[in-house]
């Protein structure tokens, strides 16, 4: 646990050399990332925080992702980073656009997976469905919903169930707090004016945020490029964990020349 930006955040950190910050979707929390941490902590010194109200992280200042934005900044100034390479999943793509607004200088590459730009109407209808299926489900039976909503039914059953446990233990209201400020989002200003290195992934089965989401990311951030992966959903890490990883790791370490 750190105290950051008025919060006691949770986090998991492993491996030496080049910083990674890892972000998380709504509803997860760090250990989404513990196959990744595993794998890249061999080349990295990888760092994933649970946002707040995720993942034994305290919400006592409300959630934006302006506020998730700045929790980050202050946890990696504490960890002593003061330049690092990000991967942002879903909600953590738009903390990514936000962060990099805040303060450009600590990006150096980006990967964003399974995010948008803004959803405009349609997010608010999710909010909307949100309020009323959250109450009359309960955490723990939307978290099943949730896992067979949003995972492949090839996805092995491990991964539907940690994902369905992670969305039960999330408080009801940071989750409904969360996505309100997730689907009201409009990060395009923020996208357009970055100048850095970009790959913009999305699984092709991808239902949450299908491909057209991810072509407008790419098409948002000048130079970004798209992939595209197979046998994916929503959670790319989780339902084909070794290409997602290729698609990273060849833009976070480009072959010379």
Not at 211 to 237: K, M, Q, S
Not at 241 to 247: E, L, P
């Amino acid at each position: 646990m750190i105290d950051a930006n008025g919060e006691r955040l949770a986090y998991r950190r492993a491996g030496q050399g080049e910083p990674l910050v890892l972000i998380h979707s709504l509803g997860t929390n760090a250990q989404l990332w513990d196959e990744q941490i595993a794998r890249w902590s061999r080349r990295f010194d990888v760092i994933a925080v649970s946002a707040r109200g995720h993942g034994g992280s305290t919400n006592r200042g409300g959630v934006t992702m302006a506020a998730l934005a700045e929790d980050l900044r202050a946890v990696l100034g504490q960890l002593g980073v003061a330049r690092a390479n990000f991967l942002g999943l879903s909600m953590g793509g738009l903390i990514c656009a936000r962060l990099h607004a805040l303060a450009p200088a600590l990006m150096g590459r980006l990967v964003i997976s399974g995010s948008f730009v803004t959803l405009g109407a349609p997010g608010l209808q999710r909010v909307r469905d949100l309020e009323q299926r959250l109450p009359a489900l309960g955490m723990a039976r939307y978290g099943e919903v949730y896992a067979a909503e949003t995972l492949l039914p090839s996805t092995p059953r491990r991964y539907h169930d940690a994902l369905a446990g992670w969305i039960a233990a999330t408080d009801q209201a940071a989750y409904l707090q969360t996505a309100r400020s997730i689907f009201g989002e409009d990060v395009g200003p923020c996208m357009g004016a970055m100048r850095l290195p970009v790959r913009v992934l999305v699984g092709a089965q991808d239902q949450r945020t299908p491909v057209a989401h991810a072509r407008h990311i790419a098409e948002t951030i000048p130079g970004a490029t798209l992939e595209i992966i197979d046998g994916a959903g929503h959670l790319a890490n989780l339902d084909a964990a070794d290409r997602f990883c290729a698609a990273v790791e060849a833009h976070l370490v480009p072959e010379p020349g």
